[in-house]
C-alpha cells in the first residue's frame, strides 16, 4: 500500500510509545528477524508497555495503531485531543476539587508505576528503564538503523492487537502495603 497520512498517524503512535515507556519499539528483535516482524506487526503485534499507562492516553495510542487506516483518527482530531488535555492538566492537575478523568487516571498510574519501580539509592524512579534503555542501545549501536529492505507484497492484510493492557485490581490492591 501506498504511504498515506493515515501512516504519519501510526508514526505518531509509535512515537507516544517511545515518549511513554522509554524504549525503542520492538527493542529485543534482532537484524534477522525484521521479515518475520513485520509480518507479526501485521498479524496484530504491537510494541507492549510494561507500565501502567492511563486508559485515555492508551485509547489514543491503540487507536493510532488500527489495522485500518481509516479508523485512525486525524492529525486534527489528535492535536484538538492534546490541546485539550494540556489545557486540563495545566489548569487543573494541582486542583483537588477539579480532577477530570484523565488527572485522576494519570495520578493512579503515576502510583502504580512509582510502586512497581520504587527509586533505589536516591536514583530517578525511571532509572531501571535508562539502565535497561543503555543496555539495549550499546548492544546493538553499531545496526541500530541498518534494516534489509522488505518486499511487502507478500505480506498479509493487518491485524489489530489481541493484547489487553489491563492491571487486574485485584492483583493491584494485594501489592498495596499499608503503612
Do not use: H
Not at 110 to 117: G, P, S
Not at 157 to 172: H, I, L, P, T
Amino acid at each position: 500500500q501506498n504511504y498515506t497520512k493515515a501512516s504519519d498517524i501510526y508514526s505518531f503512535g509509535i512515537i507516544m510509545y517511545e515518549i511513554i515507556s522509554g524504549l525503542r519499539p520492538y527493542y529485543e528483535s534482532s537484524n534477522n528477524e525484521y521479515l518475520n516482524l513485520a509480518l507479526e506487526i501485521c498479524g496484530g503485534l504491537r510494541p507492549e508497555f510494561g507500565i501502567k499507562v492511563p486508559p485515555l492516553i492508551l485509547q489514543l495510542y491503540n487507536k493510532c495503531l488500527d489495522a485500518d487506516p481509516s479508523k485512525r483518527p486525524t492529525a486534527d482530531e489528535i492535536s484538538s485531543t492534546l490541546s485539550r488535555w494540556w489545557q486540563e492538566i495545566d489548569e487543573n492537575f494541582n486542583n483537588s476539587s477539579i480532577q477530570s478523568e484523565l488527572i485522576k487516571q494519570i495520578k493512579e498510574a503515576e502510583k502504580i508505576n512509582k510502586f512497581n519501580n520504587p527509586p533505589t539509592s536516591g536514583e530517578p524512579s525511571n532509572s531501571n528503564r535508562k539502565s535497561k534503555t543503555d543496555k539495549i542501545s550499546s548492544k546493538r549501536s553499531s545496526r541500530m538503523y541498518s534494516k534489509p529492505i522488505i518486499v511487502s507484497d507478500n505480506l498479509s492484510k493487518s491485524k489489530n492487537s489481541n493484547f489487553s493492557y489491563k492491571y487486574d485490581s485485584v492483583e493491584m490492591d494485594s501489592l498495596r502495603i499499608n503503612v
